[in-house]
């Protein structure tokens, strides 16, 4: 049979497939520092060379930013297989605090743990380890079969950490190549570590920097202190304002196009169980803290949000130093929902700012990326190819959920080259992307290049 | 005459004198930075050795932490001239941010300025170049004259910029030693460019750094944002509840021991004719954004502060990074008056920060040094000696003033050894001490010396 043929294949190729991802992970493709810039180049050009090393025609393509690897594969002849592109993401996050970690973040290595064994290293879950688990179940494929089941397009883009600043001009310029029946993304999570999932919506992102100033340089509290105007304290007061005391964010018009959960999929939300005392008891927390009114689930899933990712003002060193700062600064992003008008929200946000500010204060702004939500339609047939496939693979039968993070791409697809997207991954809660030693279970890789030789092979007999 | 042969030589050996001060700004004598413990002891060596090159009998004695330097010489033979201590620091603030710097910090210059010549670099105003001014002084009397016209205990401290711990235990464990009629401190400054001021009230400082903790290690936004807490954000609003929205300061009992201004000081203030928007525009500010309802000179003499000093959270590098950090810390200062307890405010620091924290969310804390506020006592004859003394050495008559800054050796002298002390230098408001580009005017080094030598004069003769 075509399928076990592969699955087998799959098995047999697991120590093979593991080293190629490990030679991946070592690569230190930051994308938002610049210091790193080479090694994103470092991890196109691998990617490259390995799809090309199955006959996979592809290549770098460049951008003002990061590279972008495209490549693509015709189908079986004759068949009536549909065309899928899939998506994935080669860089990686930053890794401090590095002193954190219990290795090197680019030294990955596989680790036998309580739960089995797990790939160790930045990257390993997001994105690299789940980009390869499709990059290895087409491998298989082609090794088993001569030809892949459908005529696929790679798409990997360098940037998706730092906002994708270069994926929009570069799609609008490509998007007769980057046309496809449908689009995969391998960038999300089981449901829970028995139970795969199709996401079915994502919430946005808007992404601001800013910077308060007042003095043109640090003062000495002594001298000045009680006279003059302390940043810090100006920004502390500005951020403090951001939430009430429900936990809502303040900004006027902020809930605009925030739609209440339709009770249909309210009820498959709840039918979900999902154990939020253990999502977050994993890390030391036992109550949820967002909007008050809303179950765990619905604030990932379907609530906006905003929060403070970094600050920063005055001494910060070991000691004590009694400065007044000539300026402080801080990262907010918001999590964005249904029709929330990124662009609106970061008016409303600067406006708020401003209207924080005191005489002799200024602030400067700087943007990144401001992505609305997204919300799938269900109604192509794949996903319930998909749905059946993963169950076919999985212990427990998989599941239609939502995703609190943000993967504006699904979005591009549908507004720039009109594909409906389908995002399945393998990622697991306690992967701990985005901090200190984030892992991948072998179980997720292995378990995820399987699920996508089922989900091709469902989706090629239609 | 005595004094002129004494003035004449300080005017003949100036560049010598600015040749030892340039080696001394050289060490690097950071004392809140451990990794400048070397220097500190260097610092400490050198002033050793520059005390004994003219005959003073001095020694470094080894504290916990860094080295306090004391010297001691005899005044004239059978003369009734008082025996008096003069106290200095040898520890400088770090440099950071070192980017603001124009040049190394640590390889001091004279620059000439519009304003005249300066001295630049890391402690050329606080406290090695005042510090100086009276070792310069000695030196000329002693090479002049063969003698010194008092009695003089030298002692120089190297933890003064990070709370001085080992100051009090040293001092009571070398009371006998440290005891003399007056204690002379070089630490403060110039009322205005041209009129020197004896110090009469000094403000006391509290430090407190915290850190705020959430989940066990730090999380993706994406994932758990809206679900958990987010230290950054309990920290701001903490930070944010501590003043009114008169810039009153919030602490239950922090206001407990602050003394309205008597009428006679108010009115003395009030001729002194500060200029207020002069002192804030050489910094860029215009308008005093302390406390309603006083004068900016109360703001910064006679007022007490609660200012942060420091924050840092989360990720704070280039770009971006939608991490929920699991802690944010903030260092926070106090500057006291009157007879505020700095314990009593300590304690209600703490017990607000405690209130403000949600479920799951911890903090810790690291007390810095505590030190209430101190009044000298003007009924000593040095006061008014010295008062003429300065009087005939600058343009301007000397001003009894208050001080915003911390200088809580003044109060030990007077709990521990029973000594008043006697505040006077001569810094001008725009060295930028704590800041980058430090500075000491070459006309207040060299005027310093001068006065020093006036004042010595004018206290032999009684």
Not at 370 to 386: I, K, L, R, V
Request: some cysteine.
């Amino acid at each position: 049979m075509t399928l076990d043929n592969v699955l087998a294949r799959i098995d047999a190729e697991m120590p093979a497939a593991t080293d190629r991802l490990l030679e991946l992970l070592r690569i230190k493709s930051i994308s938002t520092d610049p210091a790193f810039k080479a090694e994103c180049d470092k991890a196109a050009d691998w990617l490259v060379a390995d799809l090309n090393s199955f006959g996979i025609a592809a290549e770098k393509r460049s951008t003002p930013g990061h590279p972008m690897v495209v490549g693509h594969v015709d189908g079986p002849e004759g068949a009536d297989a549909p065309h899928v592109l899939f998506y994935g993401h080669y860089d990686v996050q930053p890794v401090d605090p590095l002193e954190l970690w219990d290795n090197d973040p680019f030294a990955p290595a596989i680790e036998e743990t309580a739960n089995g064994p797990v790939i160790r290293g930045r990257g390993s879950s997001d994105d690299k380890g789940q980009l390869m688990t499709f990059v290895e179940a087409c491998r298989a494929w082609k090794a088993e079969h001569g030809a892949l089941p459908c005529k696929i397009t790679f798409f990997f883009e360098g940037e998706e950490e730092c906002g994708s600043p270069s994926l929009v001009p570069f799609m609008k310029e490509n998007a007769a190549e980057l046309t496809s029946d449908i689009a995969l993304i391998c960038d999300t999570g089981l449901f829970q570590s028995k139970t795969p999932a199709i996401i079915t919506s994502l919430r946005g992102l808007l992404g601001e920097e800013l910077t308060v100033k007042a003095a043109n340089k640090d003062l000495h509290s002594g001298m000045f202190g009680g006279v003059s105007m302390n940043p810090i304290r100006v920004l502390s007061k500005a951020l403090a304002g951001l939430h009430d005391e429900t936990g809502r964010v303040t900004l006027p018009g902020f809930y605009d196009g925030v739609h209440e959960l339709p009770a249909e999929l309210a009820a498959q939300w709840k039918a979900l169980n999902f154990d939020h005392k253990a999502f977050l008891g994993d890390v030391d927390l036992s109550e949820p803290a967002g909007e008050q009114g809303y179950t765990p689930l619905e604030m990932i899933w379907s609530r906006p949000t905003c929060e403070v990712n970094g600050i920063l003002g005055g001494y910060t060193g070991e000691g004590f130093k009694t400065v007044l700062p000539a300026e402080a600064s801080a990262k907010v992003s918001f999590r964005l929902v249904g029709d929330q008008d990124p662009l609106k929200i970061r008016e409303a946000f600067r406006a708020y700012i401003e209207s924080c500010l005191p005489v002799d204060c200024t602030v400067e702004f700087t943007g990144y990326g401001a992505a609305g939500g997204s919300n799938m339609s269900t109604d192509h047939p794949a996903f319930e190819q998909a749905r059946l496939a993963l169950s076919d693979e999985w212990p427990e039968a998989a599941a239609f959920a939502g995703c609190g993070g943000s993967i504006p791409i699904s979005g591009h697809f549908k507004q720039i080259v009109g594909t409906n997207s389908m995002l399945i991954g393998f990622a697991k809660d306690d992967d701990q992307i985005h901090s200190p030693n984030e892992k991948y279970d072998v179980e997720s890789f292995h378990k995820g290049i399987r699920s996508w030789a089922r989900i091709l092979e469902a989706m090629s007999r239609g």
